[in-house]
Nanobody, 114 residues
Framework: VQLQASGGGLVQPGGSLRLSCTASRSIFSRNSMGWYRQAPGKQRELVAFIRTGGGTNYEDSVEGRFTISRDNAQNTVYLQMNSQKPEDTAVYYC?????????WGQGTLVTVSS
């Protein structure tokens, strides 16, 4: 079953959005979970991930602005995005880390623009 990210939209520079993604219990409980993004004309990149134990890692460009979290009871992973910049504009996806090809969904579009 593909993972469906939600919560994207249009936001002004400096604004905030919160993305969410719910997985099956079997996927969620056994894997680190991550948020990936793909900007126009660029390759998809991993921007943040969270281990089953709660440890987190961030790509340098989002460190200090984005926060990833997981709700183990709800099998849901979140990405709180603050102080957004135009270069954050991309389609955002959630997946396991390392990613599992069968889980890629359509993603959710985040547009940062005034």
């Amino acid at each position: 079953v593909q993972l469906q990210a939600s919560g994207g939209g249009l936001v002004q520079p400096g604004g905030s959005l919160r993305l969410s993604c719910t997985a099956s219990r079997s996927i969620f409980s056994r894997n680190s979970m991550g948020w990936y993004r793909q900007a126009p004309g660029k390759q998809r990149e991993l921007v943040a991930f969270i281990r089953t134990g709660g440890g987190t890692n961030y790509e340098d460009s989002v460190e200090g602005r984005f926060t990833i979290s997981r709700d183990n009871a709800q099998n849901t992973v979140y990405l709180q995005m603050n102080s957004q910049k135009p270069e954050d504009t991309a389609v955002y996806y959630c997946n396991a880390v390392p990613s599992l090809s069968r889980l890629w969904g359509q993603g959710t579009l985040v547009t940062v623009s005034s």
